[in-house]
Structures are given as C-alpha cells and as structure tokens.
C-alpha cells in the first residue's frame, strides 16, 4: 500500500509541477511583450479545450486505451508542443519579434494535452487506490497534497532564476511533461471496459456520464460548477501582472513583492498543500454543500482582499490573507467535488465522469470567467486613457476589477446557499 501511495505522490507532484512553471507567471511574460490585452485568451484557451479534450479522452480511457497510457500519451504531445513554445519565443525574445498567432497556436496545441491529464490522474489515482481496498476520502487527499508542492517547487524555480518574464518557463513546463510521460507508462493498470455488445450509440461511446444531468442534484452541482469555475483562472492571469505593476509607483518600488511576485503568490499554494489535509474532516462533518459553500465565500476574500491591498506595509497583509484564502476557495471546491462526483458515480463511469467535472469547471466555467475577466482588466486598466493618466488610474483600474470579481463570488454563493440541496458525503 504504501509503495502504491509513494508512485501516485511522485504522479501528483509532477502533474501540478508542469503546470506551475508558467500558469501564475505567463501573465507577466506576455505583458512585457506587448500582449497584455491578450492574457486573458492565453488563459480561457485552457477552459475551450477542456469544453471537450477532457470528455474525449476520458471516454477513450475507459474503452479503449489504459487510463495510465492515455496520461502518457497526453503528456508526451504537451510537453512536445510546450518545448516548440518555449523555442520559438526564446528565438525571438531579442526583439519584438513574437507574433501572437503563432505563439498562441503552440501554445493551444499544449494545453489542448494537458488539461485531460488533470481528470485522467484523477482516474489513475482513484483506480489504484480502489484496486488496494483503500477509502479515496482519506487516501487521495495526502497524495494529492504532494502535487501541489510540485506546483510551488516550479513557480519558486521560475522566480528565483529570473524567469517570469522570459519563455524559459515554458522550457521548463515541457522538459517536466516529457519525464512525466515516461513515469506513467509505470504506474498501476487501469481496467478499460472494451467492446460491448447490445449498446446504444451513447452507452457505445462511453457517454454514459452526460445522463448525469438527469439527477437533479446532479445537475445543480455541475451548473454552480460551471459557475464557481468561472473564479479558477482570474487570479492566475492577472495576480502576477498586477503584483509587478506596482513597480511604477515610487514608493512600492523594490518591495518584495513586486521584485518576487511569484514568491509572494505562492502563499497561496502553501496553504492549498496544508488545506488539502482538511478536506476529509470537513466533507465527514459538514457534506458537500457546506464545503463548497466556504469555497464560494472564500473567493469573495481572494478577490476583495488584493483589491484593498498593496505590496507595502501594511497593505501587503491583505496580500498575504488573500493568499491564505486562496487555499479554502481552490481545495475545497476543485478537490471535494471530485471526490463527490468520484462517489456519485458507477465506477465504470469513472474517467468520463471526472472528464465531465473538469469540462463543467475549467472548460465552461473557465472560459467565460477569463474572458469577462479580460474584458472588465482591459476595460479598467489597459485602456489607452487610464495608461496615459499614470501608475495611480493604473492602480484604481484594478481596484475596481478586484471588486467585481469579488461581487460576483458573492451573488454565486448566495444563489448555491438558497438553491443546492443539503447532501452529506457518502459514508463506507
């Protein structure tokens, strides 16, 4: 058992390591070269292919091909794309020389790879962990603890060796997605179902998952999903370009912050890491809709609290709270609710079920919270007349962004408050 516990700990760490290396730090790299108004796509792009990446090959795990070699597969072609990313971009970094449309289509291509790994070591996980009669509930958290650590790991590499703002970063994310191509090929087999005879075109397919939707709790669940989602990319977007900001105006120049935004950020993920550790106590005693209820209010405070705050003393506490928060409102939303879908599900539903989470979440959800997100950051802040009236209408422009998005954490938790019914946590 514990030799099963160590091979996925070492999965989780790398999975998350490929994804820190760039996610809370791109935002910046893309503002220093002239794409600030962009960032917001680079980011919604996750959410579009997650619309149906995740789904597919969810379905194909659970046919036709070993969860664990479709993770490799995945990875293999993410960390290819993500390396031709980085090559490209470092060519050219001399100048101004990168072109948006090419950058962005690399880019695409990578994380079109990536982000059905999220749902498939999931699958590989709760597959293993089944297979060696152990209770996912208090098994899965402490292994995925570790995966959050890869994530602080690459984004303190990334800062420390002055990356933020250079396409190493992306050099970095590949280089890690190859090797965990090659360590996936080694962990435990997963059952796939196969051929079956006498099934409809849908049970054929393996979208048994989609008549989910037919449960009313169901249904309520994976729409505040889609809701709540729509918080998941904001703050990895734009917390590290509004952090750096601050850079021009005199008296937070040189603060830590500001020089080490990454660092700073990482807070957030140290107290995800320790957060983790208390999601079988709370989904025990409190059920699911309480959990996701402190996530939902959670963000409200990640928001609120960096709009009220400043790299300075003693504005940089509410800095440092908005990051203590940020683990409540990613844990108890992201690793909950795929426990509670991992035990509302039949498991030969497994992989397609988790594919349809991370769609409801990170595809929709995602896609039209970082787009709204750019429309409302480039509306306050990148517009040509708020620029030109300097650093300070820089810094309200994003005061007011902040606030927005914390509004609309708000009216979502009081809508999930009133409207999803009370439903405890299955019990072994």
């Keep these: 058992m514990k030799n099963i516990k160590f091979r ?25 070269h002239g794409m600030a108004t962009n960032i917001g796509w680079f980011y919604s792009i996750q959410g579009i292919v997650s619309l149906f990446m995740p789904a597919i090959m969810g379905i194909v795990a659970d046919r036709w091909i070993p969860a664990q070699k479709a993770l490799s ?31 962005f289509s690399l880019y695409t291509a990578s994380v079109a790879f990536f982000m059905p790994t999220l749902a498939l070591s999931n699958s590989v996980a709760y597959t293993a962990l089944t297979q ?72 054929a397919l393996g979208l048994e998952s989609f008549a989910l939707f037919k449960q009313k709790k169901m249904a309520i669940f994976f729409v505040f999903s889609m809701l709540l989602g729509m918080c998941l990319q904001i703050t990895n977007a734009y917390a590290n370009p509004f952090i750096t ?4 105006i005199k008296e937070f120049a040189g603060t830590f912050g500001v020089e080490h ?65 940020y683990g409540f409102a990613f844990d108890f939303f992201n690793i909950s609710g795929s426990l509670y879908v991992d035990q509302e599900t039949d498991p030969s539903q497994r992989s397609s079920a988790q594919g349809l989470f991370v769609m409801m979440t990170n595809g929709f959800g995602a896609t039209i919270g970082t787009l709204a997100a750019q429309a409302i950051v480039n509306h306050f802040v990148n517009a040509k007349e708020v620029v030109d009236a300097g650093a ?37």
Excluded at 8 to 32: I, K, Q
Excluded at 245 to 248: E, K, R, T
Excluded at 283 to 301: D, P, T
Aim: proline share 4%.
């Design 392 to 428: 300070m209408a820089v810094w309200q422009g994003w005061q007011i962004s902040w606030y927005i998005f914390a509004g609309f954490a708000l009216v979502v938790a009081l809508a999930f408050w009133v409207i999803f019914p009370k439903t405890p946590v299955k019990k072994d």
């Design 73 to 103: 597969l995945c990875h293999a072609l993410a960390g290819s794309f993500m390396i031709a990313t980085g090559a490209y971009a470092y060519a050219l970094m001399a100048g101004d020389g990168v072109q948006f449309a090419t950058l």
């Design 132 to 203: 060696a009669n152990m209770d996912t509930v208090k098994a899965f958290p402490p292994i995925r603890v570790l995966g959050t650590v890869g994530f602080i790991v690459t984004m303190w590499v990334v800062d420390l060796c002055g990356f933020q703002a250079t396409p190493n970063q992306f050099l970095v994310s590949g280089g890690l997605s190859i090797l965990l191509a090659l360590y996936s090929l080694t962990l435990p087999a997963c059952p796939v179902k196969g051929k079956v005879e006498n099934k409809s075109l849908i049970e």
């Design 8 to 32: 996925l700990t070492v999965m989780n760490f790398l999975e998350f390591a490929v994804w820190g290396a760039y996610l809370t730090s791109m935002g910046t790299y893309l503002a220093t």
């Design 261 to 325: 935004a990454n660092m700073l950020i990482s807070i957030s993920q140290i107290c995800e890491a320790l957060c983790i550790l208390f999601i079988p106590f709370f989904l025990k005693k409190f059920g699911i809709k309480s959990v996701m209820l402190m996530a939902m209010l959670a963000w409200v405070l990640r928001f609120g609290f960096f709009g009220a705050g400043d790299p300075g003393m003693p504005g940089v506490i509410l800095f440092v709270l908005s990051c203590i928060v």
């Design 245 to 248: 900001s601050f850079g021009a």
